[in-house]
């Protein structure tokens, strides 16, 4: 059983950079892959960005590509170094966690955070 608790959300203007940290209890952390996931009001939820179990490799959406980076530490603490923001980028942020494969990354995931808010102001 994994517990996730997203922060640093908030209210950013266009262009600017916002790091969303994702952190994770239980004792079986390093076993999952993990991912963020975003979703706009009225969209479904969509996959952004995921690191696997030892953060070896990644994978991003291509709407996020060279402007967000996924990384984590062994403090059970997975982070989101969000860059360039656009308006579109504007959604409540999710961390996910679970036992993906490095071919698989975009899913599907076990354990999932409540979100934190992104809003880009233009």
């Known amino acids: 059983q994994v517990q996730l608790a997203e922060s640093g959300g908030g209210l950013v203007q266009v262009g600017g950079s916002l790091r969303l940290s994702c952190g994770a209890s239980?004792?079986?952390?390093?076993?999952?892959?993990m991912a963020w996931f975003r979703q706009a009001p009225g969209k479904e939820r969509e996959f952004v960005a995921a690191?696997?179990?030892?953060?070896?490799?990644t994978y991003y959406a291509d709407s996020v590509k060279d402007r967000f980076t996924i990384s984590r530490d062994n403090a059970r603490t997975v982070y989101l170094q969000m860059n360039s923001l656009k308006p579109e980028d504007t959604s409540v942020y999710y961390c996910?966690?679970?036992?993906?494969?490095?071919?698989?990354?975009?899913?599907?995931?076990?354990?999932w955070g409540q979100g934190t808010q992104v809003t880009v102001s233009s």
């Open positions: 239980g004792q079986t952390f390093g076993t999952y892959a």
């Open positions: 996910a966690a679970g036992r993906v494969t490095a071919g698989r990354l975009t899913g599907p995931y076990d354990y």
């Open positions: 690191v696997t179990r030892f953060g070896g490799s």
